[in-house]
């Protein structure tokens, strides 16, 4: 086809001003009936009522495991603190100075962490 008998596009007119619409009615959105709460969903053991507890169960699972893996990690390194040649002073000191407030800080983190996630949980819930 020749190029002089190809048709146009047309020009595009950008609307700036609700005015230049005209008479015309605002287009209607579309509204969405409210969503029950999550806690009727809960209540009632929907499908959604299971999804949101086992996600509540597998954060709590995962920080447990987390909790679980560092304490390992502390209580599998002794031995090896043990074995080497050192007086029994140190020993004694890196059992009592150094093991229980690492211990304790792991159970802080776990506590804190596992209070967390149930706080989100109900913010989830109660919305």
């Known amino acids: 086809m020749p190029e002089h008998l190809q048709p146009r596009r047309p020009r595009r007119e950008t609307v700036t001003h609700a005015s230049a619409l005209g008479d015309r009615p605002a287009p209607r959105l579309r509204t969405r009936p409210p969503h029950p709460p999550a806690r009727s969903e809960i209540?009632?053991?929907?499908?959604?009522?299971h999804t949101y507890v086992r996600s509540l169960m597998r954060s709590q699972l995962?920080?447990?495991?987390?909790?679980?893996g560092a304490l390992a990690l502390l209580v599998g390194t002794l031995p090896l603190l043990l074995a080497l040649p050192a007086p029994e002073l140190l020993v004694w000191?890196?059992?009592?100075?150094?093991?229980?407030?690492?211990?304790?800080?792991?159970?802080?983190w776990y506590v804190r962490r596992a209070e967390r996630n149930e706080r989100d949980f109900t913010g989830?819930?109660?919305?």
């Not at 995962?62 to 679980?68: F, I, V």
């Not at 890196?94 to 802080?108: D, E, K, N, Q």
């Not at 989830?124 to 919305?127: D, G, I, P, Y």
């Open 62 to 68: 995962r920080t447990g495991l987390t909790a679980l």
């Open 93 to 108: 000191a890196a059992l009592g100075v150094g093991v229980y407030p690492v211990v304790w800080a792991i159970a802080h």
């Open 43 to 49: 209540d009632e053991q929907t499908t959604l009522g």
């Open 124 to 127: 989830l819930v109660e919305r």
